[in-house]
């Protein structure tokens, strides 16, 4: 009978060399995803990690299985550190180049994902899929400096604020569902057309635009100004910059096919890179 920790040594080293299989066969099938589909893992530097994680598996994997002379050993030692050396520079380089964005939603069921090349200053959203793997979704409009905010305004609308690279505010809005029940496309500016109010604020929607009424200073934004985002969220532009995100909450009706007005709430938002807090507003009547 083999002593116990002979019998460790080589369930230790199999299961070390099945796990270094699993993770290279994953590796295989995201190489292959990637280059038919333009797939990524959600997190790019998982990539790196996971080559990492093989080299370590494998190595011990077969200095448990299998007996060797001090200087076969020294070989195996050397080669390991020159793979993980030259993986973790990867890994590095990668961070230098990528800035990743990344948050996670307040009921845990959607990820926002930003990825923006520092070097040519170009932002991509991601759709994740499993939280494990994301395909690029649309690239932000401006060039980017690498400062990013987000806020989650309700469970499934995302609001990122960032300074592009002439030093303007922007928000990009990530919208993960509807409030129609996802039977047609619809209008957030039309839906919520009447006077909201909430803390010292005011949103008036009419015919010819959307009015903000902010601490007794108010500013009217015309149709042409107003960028919609999925079918929950609207940006209002100023000499273009943003200045406020109008979003749905999930309390949101627009009754449309009832004589009935809107009820429910939407959020106002302020874009600024300082930290503000959202503002609930309630219909209150129609103009």
């Not at 270094?20 to 990637?34: D, W």
């Not at 469970?155 to 047609?184: C, F, M, N, P, V």
């Amino acid at each position: 009978m083999k002593p116990i920790d002979t019998r460790f040594k080589k369930s230790g080293g199999w299961l070390l060399f099945l796990a270094a299989i699993g993770l290279f066969c994953l590796q295989m099938g995201y190489l292959f995803l990637h280059s038919r589909y333009d797939i990524e893992y959600t997190d790019t530097r998982l990539f790196y990690i996971l080559n990492l994680l093989i080299i370590a598996c494998m190595t011990a994997s077969i200095l448990l299985l299998y007996s060797f002379s001090k200087k076969v050993k020294w070989i195996i030692a050397s080669i390991t550190t020159v793979l993980v050396l030259l993986h973790a520079g990867l890994l590095v380089h990668h961070i230098d180049q990528t800035n990743q964005v990344t948050s996670l939603s307040p009921d845990w069921k959607h990820l926002f994902v930003i990825k923006e090349n520092r070097e040519t200053g170009e932002a991509v959203h991601y759709r994740t899929s499993y939280w494990l793997f994301a395909r690029p979704k649309e690239s932000l409009p401006y060039m980017t400096s690498g400062e990013f905010k987000v806020k989650w305004l309700e469970k499934d609308i995302a609001a990122l604020t960032y300074k592009a690279d002439d030093g303007t505010i922007h928000q990009y809005i990530g919208t993960y569902g509807d409030r129609e029940g996802g039977i047609s496309y619809s209008y957030v500016g039309p839906s919520i057309q009447g006077t909201w109010e909430g803390k010292n604020s005011r949103v008036i929607s009419t015919t010819e635009g959307i009015t903000i009424d902010n601490n007794g200073e108010m500013k009217r934004y015309d149709w042409d100004s107003v960028i919609q985002f999925g079918t929950l969220a609207v940006v209002l532009l100023r000499n273009n910059q943003a200045h406020w995100t109008i979003a749905l909450n999930e309390d949101f009706k627009s009754n449309s096919n009832e004589p009935a007005p809107p009820s429910g709430t939407i959020t106002l938002y302020k874009a600024t890179m300082d930290h503000v807090e959202s503002v609930t507003l309630k219909y209150v009547s129609s103009n």
